[in-house]
């Protein structure tokens, strides 16, 4: 990560009461985004028919509100050893 507005970032990460931690570089298992990214890919070969006929940018929000809760995001960073609350929003 670039560094430039680190201290920016922090500020505005704790403001919100939650607080800034990084990611192991390359470390899958670490790193919440790769079971969504398996649901994700699960959906688009299930509806990757559909898929292809419609918009890309049409595809990618249907996708992304259909094949991931909020519950389970939240269970990918639990699984990955990160404590979450539910009540942060942006």
């Known amino acids: 990560?670039?560094?430039?507005?680190?201290d920016l970032l922090t500020a505005m990460v704790e403001s919100r009461g939650a607080r800034l931690r990084f990611l192991a570089p390359y470390c899958p298992g670490d790193n919440?985004?790769?079971?969504?990214?398996?649901?994700?890919?699960?959906?688009l070969k299930r509806w990757g028919d559909w898929a292809a006929e419609n918009d890309e940018t049409q595809v990618l929000g249907f996708?992304?509100?259909?094949?991931?809760?909020?519950?389970?995001?939240?269970?990918f960073y639990r699984n990955c050893?990160?404590?979450?609350r539910l009540d942060l929003r942006v």
């Open 63 to 75: 996708a992304l509100r259909s094949c991931v809760t909020a519950a389970q995001v939240a269970e």
């Open 81 to 84: 050893g990160y404590s979450v």
């Open 32 to 43: 919440p985004i790769e079971p969504c990214f398996n649901q994700f890919k699960k959906w």
């Open 1 to 6: 990560m670039h560094r430039t507005h680190l």
